[in-house]
């Protein structure tokens, strides 16, 4: 566990490296105290209820579908009772968890900041980022170098658009905080996007794409 974000409202901790894919799980905390926020349950998930020590959950948040960021679901539950949220819009998800739809622009209050809903299909239809502060933990929509996977092209259409018209329009300086992987800024992610967008690709294009290099 390692702290990656603080604004003097909250702390960010990642929980990295997690299971067969190694995911990133984030733990907020409101700095003033009280009930801390779990972004996303990997597998492994017994080294977030370590890293949450005491601190009691207010809610569980799943950035996407996909089964490796939602295999250690069955620890985390086992530890709290918190409601557990995903997508609105999300499909592929096991109706028995009880999960709580998030629209776009939802708000959820962490302490005395508020943690927004940013609806960003294309890896998933229903995947989502969350922006608090000038920090952005972006699921499987956006890593360094790059976005998410895609099945097909218009899956990445739909991912570029979601990442150049939703998140880009964000401060240079934030944060972004991947389900797998290093961290990121938004300016960095926008200079790298521009080398892609100069090049012309193939109109199939898809996959695991790089705006250096594809």
Not at 70 to 85: C, E, I, M, N, Q
Not at 138 to 152: A, E, K, V
Request: proline share 6%; with cysteine; net charge negative.
């Amino acid at each position: 566990m390692a702290q990656v974000y603080t604004d003097g409202q909250v702390t960010i901790e990642v929980v990295p490296d997690l299971g067969s894919y190694a995911n990133n799980a984030y733990i907020i905390r409101p700095t003033a105290g009280g009930p801390a926020t779990v972004i996303d349950a990997p597998e492994g998930a017994e080294a977030i209820v370590e890293a949450l020590g005491g601190t009691p959950v207010e809610r569980i948040v799943v950035t996407h579908s996909h089964f490796d960021h939602w295999a250690g679901f069955d620890v985390l539950r086992a530890h709290t009772d918190a409601p557990v949220y995903a997508g609105a819009q999300e499909t592929n998800l096991d109706e028995s968890r009880g999960i709580e739809g998030l629209e776009d622009g939802a708000v959820l209050a962490v302490g005395e900041t508020d943690l927004q809903v940013l609806h960003t299909p294309g890896h998933t239809p229903g995947s989502i980022c969350l922006y608090v502060g000038h920090a952005l933990l972006s699921g499987d929509t956006l890593f360094p170098g790059g976005p998410g996977r895609t099945r097909d092209a218009e899956s990445l259409g739909q991912l570029i658009e979601s990442i150049t018209t939703r998140l880009y329009s964000l401060r240079e300086e934030t944060v972004v905080l991947p389900g797998h992987g290093a961290t990121t800024t938004i300016g960095d992610s926008k200079r790298e996007y521009e080398v892609f967008a100069s090049k012309e690709h193939d109109p199939d294009l898809h996959g695991d794409v790089l705006w250096l290099e594809s």
